[in-house]
């Protein structure tokens, strides 16, 4: 995932320093990365970097026994906070009637 205005990746998963799901900044022109912080394993989840936000779409929330979600978060990579968005059903588009 990179964002635009940084020159960084952003990263979800696991490290090898640790059993938490994290989320990590790494920036490739210094080598160095940077841990954001924990956050709840999502499976199968879209992430889409706009701006300085990265959204976390869908997924399986593992700690809720992999139930899928239509749930919506929005991850602000300079405060590192994390807030909840409209889940996915408020937004889904309904075709035209063909009648």
């Known amino acids: 995932m990179v964002l635009s205005g940084h020159n960084s990746i952003i990263l979800f998963g696991y490290s090898n320093a640790s059993v938490d799901y994290r ?23 879209s992430y889409v970097g706009i701006g300085k936000d990265v959204y976390i779409i869908g997924g399986r929330l593992w700690y809720e026994q992999g139930n899928e979600t239509e749930q919506v978060d929005k991850f602000n990579v300079p405060s590192r906070r994390k807030t909840p968005c409209a889940p996915l059903s408020s937004h889904v588009a309904v075709p035209p009637s063909t009648a």
């Open 23 to 45: 989320i990590e900044r790494w920036d490739p022109d210094t080598d160095n990365d940077e841990d954001l912080g924990p956050m709840h394993e999502r499976l199968f989840a």
